[in-house]
């Protein structure tokens, strides 16, 4: 089946630090990925969706200055978030699909803890 | 808004079959219904999915009512390795997002 990797696993750093979160799919084409935010027992709730080569479309809430997505090739998404702070300590996932009609396959997900 | 309503949580005997819920009364003639799962600190996984015939694959059955206002997804033997947070997701055609209910917790019992 698809496979989606997502690197690093888990990340621990200081406030004020930028960290930057890589999200691969290793054996398709992935032409949108999606990233998302999950908090302790709660949802995953989506954060903003991009498509190789263009910019990323956020939701509603989600500060695109604070949180950068590059999508450079077909394989790789990546996700910034900038200056962080302890309120961005979460649980980030990513998704990808090759066509709207598929299902999405998920990454392992980043646990990222500021200090 | 999450256009899925499932029970917060389920107990299953290992060995029987899970039978898990989902309402989804105001879905339309192009939307999906997916599900997927997430195991503990893990990124969801995909189960099924379906627009209105009943599908099955190696993991799991999908039943569909003739209504599409309701669907259940259908572990035939579960074991612990299911304890899992299900998740019932309806997605339009020609749209690429989903958007995640609370979804149900299912253990599964020794």
């Known amino acids: 089946g698809a496979v989606v990797s997502q690197h690093p696993s888990r990340v621990i750093c200081k406030s004020g630090t930028s960290v930057k979160i890589e999200c691969r799919s290793l054996?398709?084409?992935?032409?949108?990925m999606f990233w998302y935010r999950q908090f302790p027992k709660k949802s995953l709730m989506l954060m903003a969706t991009?498509?190789?080569?263009?910019?990323?479309?956020?939701e509603q809430g989600v500060e695109k200055d604070k949180f950068l997505i590059n999508h450079a090739s077909l394989t790789l998404s990546t996700l910034t978030v900038t200056s962080a702070h302890p309120e961005d300590s979460s649980f980030y996932i990513c998704?990808?699909?090759?066509?709207?009609?598929?299902?999405?396959?998920f990454g392992d997900g980043t646990r990222l803890s500021i200090l | 808004d999450a256009k899925t309503t499932q029970p917060p949580s389920m107990d299953c005997a290992e060995g029987r079959a899970a039978n898990l819920p989902c309402n989804h009364s105001?879905?339309?003639?192009?939307?999906?219904v997916y599900w997927y799962r997430q195991i503990h600190s893990q990124g969801p996984q995909y189960i099924i999915h379906?627009?209105?015939n009943n599908e099955t694959n190696e993991m799991a059955s999908l039943i569909i009512t003739e209504d599409r206002k309701s669907s259940t997804l259908i572990l035939p033997h579960a074991t612990l390795r299911d304890t899992a947070v299900y998740y019932c997701?309806?997605?339009?055609?020609?749209?690429?997002?989903?958007?995640f209910g609370t979804g149900t917790r299912l253990k599964v019992l020794a």
């Open positions: 998704s990808a699909t090759d066509r709207e009609d598929q299902p999405q396959h």
């Open positions: 054996d398709f084409q992935a032409t949108t």
């Open positions: 991009s498509n190789e080569g263009s910019k990323a479309t956020y």
């Open positions: 105001t879905i339309s003639g192009n939307e999906y």
């Open positions: 379906g627009l209105k």
């Open positions: 997701i309806v997605k339009k055609t020609g749209t690429y997002k989903y958007i």
